[in-house]
């Protein structure tokens, strides 16, 4: 017979090996294993990028930017083969952006951009920089028919079932292609409920700015805490533009996200005007690199650095400190992604 003090330490042992098979620690997922915040190191995260996109994504993009209508694929770019599909040619990127100071890059895509998980593993695995993956529907004109055959419960059950079979760290980039359809306010209430499902954090896609405290809105009605939220693109609004503080006054992240280029100097002005009205641990910063291979390394361009090596430059010469820049880049972007896994 097994005496009571047995079964006792049986149990105890029982609930040590469940407490670690399910960290009550935060981890940040990349796409090759969970791993606490601090082993990042002391490089930046970049919280919006693309590694992996289709072809046919951008000449899409671009064609709808322009007031076109681009549903029917483009011809894909001339170069072969794509760069988003050159393994070799990213993982030389990667270490690259290492090299620049960056220690993890987040992919903002999911499968209606094409984005390719296996080639995520495969550059992150070749070039030693961690590498997180997103899941989620992008916008109206990107979404897949299933969308709008499905409502709220059975979109949040087919992400949920991705998070759970897949290393997915993030949802995103979930977006607003204009004013707000209802396909779209039917994908960020059930994108909330993934997140109430997995504790995984929300990165958004406005239109420039546009509907960026509706998108807030919508998630926290919904149940999200908007510290859980991080707000993209707001860096495309006019510099006197309020959103971007009333976006930090809520608690939210707000994203500038396309640094290294033509906008520098006007996020430079609303990222010093944030800073000034204390909103630091509010800023998230990265380039949303995916507009064609001529910012490439391997091209002469800046590469998958340029937030570090381009628009950061242009901080510290308006007077930012380097304590400053070190919240922004390493601890904002970690505070984000940091979650604790849902059984
Ligand atoms: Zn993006």
């Not at 546009?210 to 609004?237: N, T, W």
Request: hydrophobic share 45%; aromatic share 6%; charged share 20%.
């Amino acid at each position: 017979m097994i005496a009571r003090r047995d079964i006792l330490k049986l149990a105890c042992a029982c609930l040590s090996s469940a407490a670690t098979a399910y960290p009550k620690a935060p981890v940040i997922r990349t796409v090759l294993k969970d791993v606490p915040p601090e082993a990042l190191g002391g490089g930046a995260t970049l919280f919006h990028e693309h590694l992996s996109l289709a072809p046919d994504f951008m000449p899409r993009w671009i064609a709808l930017a322009r007031g076109g209508r681009a549903a029917a694929p483009l011809a894909a770019p001339a170069a072969q083969p794509y760069f988003m599909q050159d393994a070799e040619l990213m993982t030389e990127e990667m270490r690259a952006a290492a090299k620049d100071g960056v220690g993890c890059i987040v992919d903002q895509g999911h499968p209606d951009m094409g984005r390719d998980l296996e080639f995520l593993k495969r550059i992150s695995r070749q070039s030693g920089l961690h590498i997180v993956a997103a899941c989620g529907y992008y916008t109206q004109p990107f979404y897949p028919p299933e969308v709008a055959a499905w409502n709220e419960d059975r979109i949040a059950a087919e992400l949920t079932r991705q998070v759970k079979t897949q290393p997915i760290g993030v949802i995103g980039e979930i977006g607003t292609w204009d004013v707000m359809t209802s396909d779209e306010r039917k994908v960020f209430r059930a994108v909330a409920k993934v997140h109430r499902a997995t504790n995984l954090a929300i990165v958004t896609h406005t239109n420039f700015g546009k509907g960026a405290l509706e998108q807030l809105d919508v998630l926290e009605s919904a149940g999200v805490k908007p510290a859980r939220v991080a707000i993209g693109h707001v860096g495309g609004l006019p510099d006197d533009d309020g959103t971007a503080k009333a976006i930090a006054r809520r608690g939210a992240f707000v994203g500038f996200d396309r640094q290294g280029g033509a906008g520098d100097s006007r996020q430079v002005k609303m990222v010093m005007s944030m800073l000034e009205a204390g909103f630091a641990a509010n800023l998230l910063f990265s380039s949303d690199f995916s507009a064609g291979g001529a910012q490439l390394k391997h091209n002469g361009g800046a590469g998958y650095g340029k937030t570090l090596t381009v628009f950061v430059p242009k901080l510290r010469e308006a007077g930012v400190d380097e304590k400053t820049l070190h919240g922004i880049l390493v601890d904002n972007p970690r505070r984000l992604l940091a979650f604790v896994p849902k059984r």
